[in-house]
């Protein structure tokens, strides 16, 4: 179990602000550090959640790890390999997974699953196998040949994880997995993490729900203001009230009532 | 392989769209209709049969076909035996006669120097349609000599607009068929989210920018071979002519005319790729893209009627196709300046694509708030 699958280390980014942004957020800086200095490892097999408030970070910081962005400072290697030098070679060895990023509703569950297949690369005939394995595995088989825009958001959520891992990633990344679906969706996207896991896979996901955390993770860290509060196992975190330990470190890190 | 498998995607996702083809072929569709009641209009006797005079001067076997070509046509030809030119011609001119055929000494021998001239009066209708029909006859007899045109008098106006903005036409004609799908391809995309997908995959951004830019200029090439099928259908019409498809224009000229055209959407197609790349939304794409569709209708628009502008117009994109066009539809045939038009357009898609590339690769462009 101690096989270190992700390793970030002294990540940092800055973003300008334009102007727009500026008023938005009622600042007068031109720069806003996004993540500053963050290093932690995620082990093999584990589920690793970076838990923290809006603006954390924490989407930041997994559009580094899944090479969208670059880093100003520090490097992750996962699996081995460096998002900053061999980003292509990261791609396929992850699977990454936000609310942002979309399927196109024209087409069908089974057409986009060859095309990302090809995308990653993936045999045909390979991927052919895997098609009928995950689409049975998480019930898709039906709805394989109906255009995306007209499958129920349960359905449709569980098409975009299958797709995310088409290419039997070492490891998925999640960016907010739960965020804006309902509890029975919601339950789709947690049973389909507890899956993964079973299936022997690393997963690194982000959220500032308490519960999600505490339900399905190993170790966690808590990320404030781009940097890394605590980190460890949920018990040694957590201290029997991941709530309340939150909003202690909360307070020492800002110095302010909530 | 991956970039195969992009195109396939977008042809895939054209091709089992009814509406987005409707969209392709309309404009020819539209070219044609219109062209053939301006040809109505402007030629209101146009379906009559005419009884035509002409004057003859020297022979070639040739006169059999013209008069085998007349009686097919359901038209009556009588040959008037021509004295002097001098004469022949000013009742040509005065309208006695539809048009004066003078055939060099050695026409049938094919020698040297051998051809025919064809004098013919401008704004008379049944003089330009015999003029039309003689030279597409002696085109299709296809033996290496030279027609000489002598048009007497001023060019029917109506047809001289309508050869003018006809350029135009095609060039707006184009930018929509472009527009209609890149912006919904690559700025709506962008939009929804489904491009970002497809970044985090292990793919080339080049291939990325490549795999929209080939298949959708193809899609487009489809919409502008419709416009240029459009024209050459309604281009006899306009000329008065009611048969044949060449109207009086040689094969080459439609040739190199159909070259130019399908070196334009490519052009188009990645400049608007850029653009909906650069924008957030479909709508700040579409306001970019109208906005070029503006500027290069009012290029083409002073092109059409500002008379040769100079070869550097052939280095300036869209501007180049339209001067071109021009020089063809005023009869002659320019083959460097086509293949140099040509050449700059394909240079500045591949540029074009570079750029997108690079836009698809800068996480502020794809990524940024
Ligand atoms: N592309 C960008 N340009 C400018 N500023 C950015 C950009 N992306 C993020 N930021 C800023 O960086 C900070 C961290 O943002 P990030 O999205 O990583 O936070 P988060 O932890 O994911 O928050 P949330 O819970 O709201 O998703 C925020 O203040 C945000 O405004
Ligand atoms: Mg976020």
Redesign the pocket.
């Given at each position: 179990m101690n096989e270190e699958i992700v390793r970030a280390d002294g990540l940092k980014k800055t973003?300008t602000?334009s102007k727009k942004?500026q008023k938005i957020?009622r600042t007068g800086d031109t720069r806003?550090v996004?993540v500053n200095g963050l290093s932690f490892s995620a082990y093999r097999g584990e589920i690793y959640g970076l838990l923290?408030p809006?603006?954390?970070?924490?989407?930041?910081?997994l559009r580094m790890l899944a090479t969208l962005i670059r880093p100003d400072a520090g490097d992750a290697l996962i699996c081995g390999s460096s998002i900053v030098r061999d980003p292509a070679k990261v791609r396929d060895k992850i699977g990454f997974l936000t609310s942002e990023l979309k399927l196109e509703g024209f087409f069908t569950p089974s057409y986009l699953f060859n095309f990302f297949g090809e995308m990653h690369g993936v045999p045909k005939d390979v991927l052919e196998v895997r098609k009928q394995e995950l689409f049975s595995r998480f019930g898709i088989d039906k709805f394989a040949e109906v255009q995306v825009k007209n499958l129920s958001t349960g359905m449709l959520q569980k098409v975009s994880l299958v797709i995310s891992i088409v290419h039997d990633p070492e490891v998925l990344i999640f960016d907010?997995p739960t965020n804006g679906l309902d509890v029975l969706t919601a339950k789709v996207v947690t049973d389909f993490l507890t899956e993964l896991k079973g299936m022997g896979k690393s997963i690194l996901l982000?959220t500032?729900i308490f519960s999600l955390v505490e339900k399905l993770c190993d170790r966690v860290g808590v990320l404030i203001d781009g940097r890394l509060a605590a980190e460890g196992n949920l018990e040694e975190v957590a201290r029997g009230d991941l709530e309340g330990s939150f909003f202690d470190l909360y307070h020492t890190i800002k110095g302010e009532t909530v | 392989m991956k970039l195969a498998a992009l195109i396939r995607k977008e042809f895939h996702r054209f091709f089992h769209d009814p509406r987005l083809i409707v969209t392709m072929l309309l404009p020819g569709l539209l070219i044609f209709a219109l062209y053939s009641i301006l040809g109505e209009v402007i030629y209101t006797d146009e379906q009559e049969t005419y009884e035509y005079k002409a004057y003859l001067m020297g022979s070639s076997e040739a006169v059999t076909l013209i008069d085998a070509a007349f009686e097919g046509a359901g038209s009556d030809l009588e040959w008037l035996p021509a004295e002097d030119e001098e004469t022949a011609r000013a009742e040509v001119e005065k309208g006695n006669a539809a048009a004066l055929i003078v055939f060099s000494e050695n026409f049938d021998a094919y020698g040297e120097g051998a051809n025919v001239a064809i004098y013919y009066k401008m704004d008379d209708d049944a003089s330009y349609q015999f003029y039309a029909l003689v030279s597409a006859v002696l085109t299709e007899y296809g033996m290496p000599f030279a027609i000489v045109s002598n048009p007497i008098g001023e060019e029917n106006l109506g047809m001289t607009v309508m050869r003018s903005v006809l350029p135009l036409l095609l060039v707006c004609f184009i930018f929509s068929a472009c527009m209609s799908v890149t912006l919904e391809s690559v700025a709506g995309e962008k939009e929804r989210g489904t491009l970002s997908t497809v970044l985090v995959t292990s793919v080339k951004r080049s291939h990325v920018a490549l795999g929209k830019v080939v298949p959708l200029s193809c899609i487009s090439m489809l919409g502008a071979l419709s416009s240029f099928l459009g024209v050459a259908f309604s281009m006899p019409k306009l000329m008065g002519v009611s048969f044949g498809f060449l109207g009086s224009y040689g094969f080459a000229s439609y040739a190199l005319m159909f070259l130019l055209i399908l070196s334009v959407p490519p052009l188009i197609v990645a400049l608007i790729s850029v653009f909906s790349t650069l924008s957030r939304s479909m709508k700040e794409a579409s306001a970019y893209t109208s906005a070029l569709m503006i500027v290069s209708m009012v290029v083409s628009l002073i092109a059409s009627f500002v008379p040769a502008m100079g070869n550097w117009a052939l280095c300036v994109p869209v501007l180049n196709a339209v001067v071109t066009l021009q020089t063809i539809l005023d009869g002659g045939v320019p083959v460097w300046q086509t293949f140099v038009s040509m050449g700059a357009n394909v240079l500045y898609t591949a540029l074009l694509v570079y750029l997108m590339t690079r836009l698809l690769s800068s996480e502020r462009i794809m990524?940024?708030?």
């Open positions: 973003f602000l942004q957020e806003r996004a923290g809006n603006g954390a970070g924490k989407t930041t910081t907010e982000s500032h | 990524f940024g708030k």
